[in-house]
C-alpha cells in the first residue's frame, strides 16, 4: 500500500509556476503560525514526558560505554536561515572527526571514485574520449579532474566504522539518536514538521535560487520529503528541494497532522536513503 503523498504533473508544473512569479526580494521572514508553536509544545512536551525514562537509559548506556558527553550538537540552518546546534545522542568516539584523515583509505565514496578511474584508464589513450553526456565527449584528464573537483566536497563514509561506539550502532539503527531533536522543538529551533535543517555547507548552496524559498518553513523532525520522496529511486535531488519549497509555500495544519500519520510507515521502508 502506497502510503506516499504525492504531487501530480499539474501540481508540479503549477508549484513551478508560482515560484517563478515569486519576487525573491519581498520574501519575508514572518513569525511561525500561533497553532503550528501551541501543536508543537503540547506534543512534544507530552512526548518528552513519556519516554523520559528512556532518555535517562540510553544516557547510562553511552556513558558506560565510551568516555564523553551524552549528547552530540552540529549546526545546522532552519527556518530564515537561523543558525542553531542540532541535538543527537553521541554515537561516535570523542574527537571522530580528526579520525578522518587517517581514514581517508576506507571511505567507501572514494574507492568507487578509483575503482572507475582504474577501469577507464587502461582502455583510454592520451587523446582519447568517451560519451559522459548526450552532447558532451570528455577526455580522460578532463573526466579525472571534474572528479577530483566533485570530490572534495563529498561525503565521508566507511563501512564498519570503527569510530561509532557499541550503543550508537544500536541508536543509529533504531532512530533513538535523533530523539534529542525534540528538545530543539520546545525550544523553538524546529518544529515537529517542517524541512530538514540541513548543515551549513550544504545551506549556502540553496541560497542563490529560488529553492531558498524552503527557509520559509521550520526546520522539522519528519516533513513532507520525508513521507513523499523518501526511499524512491525516481525522486531525485532536484525534486526533493521543490518538495521543500512545496511546503513551505503551503503548510497548514491538516497537511502536518497527514504528514505526522505517515511518517511510521515511510521510515519503515527498507530503501537506503
Known sequence: M???ITLSPEESTSLKQQIAQIDLSQV?????????????????????LAISPLFLL???????DSKGPVFYA??????????????????????????????KGMNQYQNEEEEVLQFLSP??????????????????????????????????????DPRITRVGRFIRSTSID?????????????SLVGNRPLPLYEAEKLTTDDH????????????????????????SEDDRKYLDVYYALHYNL????????????????????
Open 58 to 64: 540510553v544516557a547510562l548506556a553511552i556513558k558506560i
Open 74 to 103: 552540529s549546526k545546522r540552518a532552519g527556518r530564515g536561515f537561523r543558525v542553531f546546534d542540532f541535538y543527537k545522542f553521541r554515537s561516535m568516539k570523542v574527537n571522530a572527526d580528526q579520525q578522518v584523515k587517517s581514514m
Open 254 to 273: 491538516r497537511l502536518d497532522l497527514e504528514i505526522l500519520w505517515k511518517t511510521i510507515p515511510a521510515a519503515l521502508q527498507e530503501a537506503n536513503v
Open 178 to 190: 535523533e530523539l534529542p531533536q525534540l528538545f530543539n522543538v520546545l525550544k523553538g529551533d524546529m
Open 123 to 160: 582502455t583510454l589513450g592520451e587523446d582519447s574520449t568517451f560519451l559522459i553526456g548526450d552532447d558532451e565527449h570528455l577526455t580522460e584528464e578532463e573526466f579525472i579532474t571534474r572528479k577530483r573537483e566533485k570530490s572534495k566536497n563529498t561525503f565521508f563514509k566507511v563501512k564498519d
Open 28 to 48: 519575508e521572514d514572518k513569525p511561525l503560525p500561533i497553532w503550528k508553536r501551541a501543536f508543537d509544545l503540547i506534543v512534544t512536551g507530552g512526548l518528552v
Open 212 to 235: 531558498v524559498l524552503r527557509f520559509l518553513a521550520p526546520a522539522g523532525i519528519t516533513g513532507y520529503w520525508q513521507v513523499n520522496g523518501r526511499g524512491k529511486a525516481s525522486v
Open 2 to 4: 502506497n502510503t506516499a
